[in-house]
Structure formats: structure tokens, C-alpha cells
């Protein structure tokens, strides 16, 4: 009876400290996480994050803006020689009228971060991993429209694009994932630093637990046709300014 009532009482404790981890967990909505340090390589002083700005007002945005409203007036004017007054100002000109040049890009935080778990799904489904992201200088064509018909908002504005990289053990490749029509394994279709098709994958069911080199095609055994491919590019922040 004794053993059966201490039995009783080792279960009630155990229940009783559940609920009070239970409880703890309701109200804080989540167990807290370890404190992260600051990442010293990733975190920019607030000085030195002031002079990168000015620096390019200095030396880009000023340039690009007189460069964009020149080509404004010699489309007005059908100038065509490249002589243009607009061409000899001083960097120092005014900021103010015509061609706005894109100063800041930002992201929906929820965004960016489904866009995280989205590309690292794709790289579990292709069985490759992710080694960077890579962010790309882009600009909007002076067009209304994309090859695909999707509306260009702010044509001739500077924007960014990012990508994931994953390696093949001696560089860095940017990414898309698609089948191919051999095995219908997922795979990581390389692209060139210029965002050009490689001819050449990692990943599926060639990859190997010691290196993932030894799973890239050979130069001379072009990738089998891709099929379903899945773009990883993240773009489409807000461009600032205009909003």
C-alpha cells in the first residue's frame, strides 16, 4: 500500500510539473532561445554604414541620375552623337527633378523569411546544400513589360536579386532545381557567375556523403533535358524611393 501510495505521488509530481511547463509555454507563446552574439562578420558599425551611404551618393547615384536625365532629353531632342551638356556636369549637381535614382531595396521580413525556407526546401528536395546567398546588382529594362508579360513598375531603376549558391567543392555556383528525365530525381542545375546555364547538376541520388564534386556531369555528357524547373530567384523588394 505504502509503494502503491508513493507510486501515486511520483505520478502526481509529474503531472504537476507539466502543467507548470505547459502553462510557462502558453504564456510566453514559445521556449525562449539560447541569446545569439552579434555576428562580427555580418553587422556593419552605425559610422561606417553612414559613409558607405554618402559615398554613394557621391560617386554613383549622382552619376547614374545625370546619366538617366541626359538620356531623357536626347530622346526629346533625337540627339544621337552623345554630345550633351548633362555629360560635363560636376557630380555635385542637384539631386532634385527628373530621374530618381533607387537609394534603398527592402523586403517584407515574413517575406524574406518564407523565401529562406522556400529556396533550403528545394535544396533538401535536389539533396544539395546552400553555401551562400548571393545578391546580384540588376536593373530594370526601359520596357512596360517582361518577356513573360508581367509588368515592369519602375522601368530603368537599379534593384537587386538574390540567389542561393551551393559548391561543387572548389567553387560556388548559383542555382535552380528541376527533375530530369532520367531518374526523375530532383537535382541543382548550376549556373554561371553570369546567370548562364552550366549544362552541368549536383545532387539526387549521385551525391555523395564525403564530397558532392564527384555528382557534377562530366564537360562532355551534357545534363539530361530539365523538366518542372523551379526558379530560386528572391526579388521584387520595395524600391525607395519612390515608394
Not at 182 to 195: F, S
Request: net charge negative.
Amino acid at each position: 500500500m505504502k509503494n502503491s501510495n508513493y507510486f501515486s505521488m511520483k505520478i502526481l509530481s509529474f503531472l504537476l510539473l507539466l502543467g507548470t511547463i505547459y502553462g510557462c509555454g502558453e504564456q510566453t507563446g514559445k521556449i525562449i532561445d539560447e541569446t545569439v552574439s552579434e555576428p562580427k562578420n555580418m553587422i556593419v558599425s552605425l559610422q561606417d554604414g553612414k559613409v558607405f551611404y554618402d559615398t554613394y551618393t557621391e560617386r554613383r547615384a549622382k552619376i547614374i541620375k545625370r546619366y538617366e536625365d541626359s538620356m531623357d532629353k536626347r530622346d526629346q531632342k533625337g540627339d544621337t552623337d552623345g554630345n550633351s551638356q548633362e555629360a560635363e556636369e560636376s557630380t555635385s549637381a542637384a539631386m532634385e527633378g527628373g530621374f530618381v535614382p533607387t537609394r534603398f531595396i527592402e523586403f517584407n521580413y515574413k517575406d524574406l523569411k518564407t523565401y529562406l525556407k522556400f529556396i533550403e526546401q528545394e535544396a533538401d528536395s535536389a539533396q544539395v546544400d546552400i553555401s551562400n546567398l548571393r545578391i546580384y546588382l540588376t536593373n530594370y529594362p526601359k520596357k512596360q513589360e517582361f518577356p513573360d508579360g508581367k509588368t515592369i513598375k519602375e522601368p530603368r531603376r537599379n534593384s537587386v536579386m538574390m540567389v542561393p549558391t551551393t559548391s561543387d567543392g572548389k567553387k560556388n555556383f548559383a542555382f535552380y532545381t528541376a527533375d530530369d528525365s532520367e531518374d526523375g530525381q530532383r537535382k541543382a542545375y548550376l549556373l554561371t557567375d553570369e546567370l548562364d546555364d552550366t549544362g552541368k547538376y549536383i545532387g539526387g541520388k549521385k551525391k555523395s556523403k564525403a564530397s558532392i564534386a564527384p555528382s557534377i556531369l562530366p564537360v562532355e555528357a551534357p545534363a539530361p533535358p530539365a523538366q518542372n524547373q523551379q526558379s530560386l530567384y528572391g526579388n521584387e523588394g520595395g524600391l525607395h524611393p519612390p515608394s
